[in-house]
């Protein structure tokens, strides 16, 4: 696209400066020209009018009165009739300007210069023209690279969006461009974006409440079927039997849908290092508190590993770094720890603000809920995604204010092209 923009615009600028060029290049030469004819006339005319004033007075021609009227390595030659033509100056060679004028009984006045000197004039003068075109789309070849630049910049802005929205970054941005068009993308995107993770959501619950409801149920009824199993009927014992063996077939394709349903929420989620992604997350966000006159302290143990997707994570803890930002005071502090049950790790972002107040904590994480008068949207979205790659995010304290993010620790199963067996785990 930026290609394509530059393109255009240098187009324009060239077709421009060829069209404006060209004229003012003619112009130019056939304007030295009729400098040089005119000047060399002017010269003619004064020399034969003192050799109009001799021949009134009937004395003989003195060219030596006009001699400083005619140019340097210019000659002059006056043609009478019936008399030897009179001549002052030097031989301007074969290639001449000439200019004639008439004088008294039927003579005329000829001065010629060499043509050389005009010729070098208009070159000159054409040689400006060029280099003025030349400068022009220099110029414009400039500003064509700023032009597209600044241009393809929110187009890329826009398709990183779009891909960050793909990988289930569902966090809205607020950045716009100040062209229209483009910042009705980012508005349709930053709707998108807020419908999917609303979606989302409503998925996870819609999942977890069925799977709490079936599995209810399901061992409910395997209980029953199981006491009915010891019944003095063997026919009754019998059915209670294959009931039962149904009932297990039951639940064991309902773990397969929920393992199925958790593994397409977790697509995308990797292995990711926490001391590499955190430091670079939070060298961003310590800019924009120490503007305000506040600190970020980081915090990340050596070797710490969580299994997550990269985007969503970076959102997720941006998120609550600008909660921090907003809503909080005093410094920041981001840390990253081992859980205390096997398996886990903790990402915790802590300020020394006045902390959540208890009316606003149990709904903290509500959509459109807000204390502060914002959009209530943030906490909300963050939760979203961090249950997308099967974590928890929780307000672990409210003074000060402490949210705690916790991630699976990586299994061998999750390095991509190793095939492990799958262990069935109780649910």
Excluded: C
Aim: cysteine-free; glycine content about 8%; charged content about 25%.
């Amino acid at each position: 696209m930026r290609r394509r923009i530059l393109l255009a615009i240098l187009l324009a600028v060239t077709v421009t400066a060829a069209a404006l060029g060209s004229p003012l290049g003619v112009t130019g030469w056939l304007l030295v020209n009729n400098l040089a004819k005119e000047d060399l006339a002017s010269n003619a005319q004064r020399i034969a009018a003192i050799l109009d004033d001799q021949l009134a007075d009937n004395r003989p021609l003195d060219l030596d009165q006009v001699r400083a009227a005619v140019p340097q390595s210019g000659q002059l030659t006056v043609r009478q009739p019936r008399a030897q033509d009179l001549t002052y100056g030097v031989d301007p060679g074969p290639e001449v300007v000439v200019e004639s004028v008439p004088i008294a009984r039927g003579g005329t006045v000829e001065l010629a210069i060499p043509a050389g000197p005009l010729r070098t004039r208009q070159m000159q003068v054409a040689a400006a023209v060029i280099l003025l075109v030349v400068l022009s789309v220099g110029t414009g070849t400039v500003v064509a690279t700023v032009t597209a630049r600044r241009l393809a910049k929110p187009l890329r802005h826009v398709a990183d969006r779009a891909a960050r929205l793909g990988g289930g970054d569902f966090r809205p941005d607020g950045r716009r461009y100040e062209v229209a068009e483009l910042d009705m993308v980012a508005d349709a995107l930053d709707a998108s974006a807020t419908a999917l993770a609303q979606l989302v959501q409503r998925e996870r619950q819609l999942v977890g409440d069925v799977s709490h409801q079936l599995r209810s149920r399901l061992t409910a009824l395997q209980l029953r079927l199981e006491s009915l199993t010891g019944h003095p009927d063997s026919d009754v014992a019998e059915e209670a039997q294959a009931a039962q063996e149904q009932a297990d077939r039951l639940a064991e394709a309902l773990d397969e849908l929920l393992a199925a349903a958790r593994a397409a929420s977790e697509v995308g989620a990797e292995p990711v290092e926490l001391t590499a992604v955190l430091p670079e997350v939070s060298e961003e966000w310590r800019q924009l508190l120490k503007a305000e006159g506040r600190t970020l302290r980081l915090r990340v143990a050596d070797g710490l590993m969580a299994r997550a997707t990269p985007a969503r994570l970076r959102e997720v803890i941006g998120v609550l770094l600008d909660n921090a930002l907003r809503h909080g005071a005093g410094n920041v502090t981001l840390t990253a720890r081992r859980g205390e049950a096997d398996g886990t790790v903790v990402i915790e972002v802590t300020d020394s603000g006045n902390g959540v107040p208890d009316q606003l904590a149990p709904h903290i994480f509500e959509r459109g809920f807000s204390g502060a008068g914002s959009f209530g949207v943030g906490l909300a979205l963050a939760r979203a995604l961090a249950e997308a790659d099967g974590g928890r995010l929780e307000l672990s304290g409210k003074r000060p204010a402490t949210f705690s993010l916790f991630l699976r620790v990586p299994s061998p199963a999750d390095v991509a092209g190793v095939s492990w067996p799958a262990e069935r785990v109780p649910r």
